[in-house]
């Protein structure tokens, strides 16, 4: 498939060229794992996708916005598996900078973080009884 080989191309861009491109490898990069849900416009489909362009949670506390796009929720699927971290920062710091979005930048060291944290409350919650 030339989309996975594409992605593949656009990782290793990321890695070797790292933060001086990160905002042009974020928009290529949402393009291809989240438009086809969120829209380039960022503005979603009402009813199905919620619109990420003008969002508080977008553009609120990092960890939270982070681990929601690790572990996906509902609708939404988990990209843990498939984006590193440095091509997850790159794209929510694309996404909580444009269309009007002004949160600060994600950092590839904050998606590691969260991560980490992610992994730990999920065995919590794997140790209690229900
Ligand atoms: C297959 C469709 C699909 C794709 C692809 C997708 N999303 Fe989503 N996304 C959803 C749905 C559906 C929800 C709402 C989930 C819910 O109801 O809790 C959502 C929710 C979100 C939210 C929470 C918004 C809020 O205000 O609560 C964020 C942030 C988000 N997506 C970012 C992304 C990013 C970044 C990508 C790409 C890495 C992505 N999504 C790819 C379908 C998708």
């Known amino acids: 498939m030339t989309f ?3 992605l593949a191309a656009l990782s290793l861009v990321a890695g070797l060229a790292a933060p001086a491109i990160a905002s ?8 291809d794992n989240c438009s086809a849900c969120h829209q380039v416009t960022g503005k979603g489909v009402k009813g199905a996708f919620p619109a990420l362009a003008g969002s508080p949670f977008v553009q609120g506390p990092p960890q939270v916005l982070t681990t929601t796009v690790l572990n996906g929720r509902a609708g939404m699927p988990a990209f843990k598996d498939d984006l590193n971290d440095a091509d997850l920062s790159a794209i929510l710091t694309y996404v909580r900078t444009s269309w009007g979005n002004k949160g600060a930048a994600v950092q590839p060291a904050d998606v590691a973080k969260a991560r980490v944290a992610a992994k730990a409350a999920a065995k919590a919650r794997g140790l209690q009884a229900h």
């Open 24 to 31: 042009a490898d974020g928009k290529s990069l949402f393009n």
């Open 4 to 6: 996975a080989y594409r």
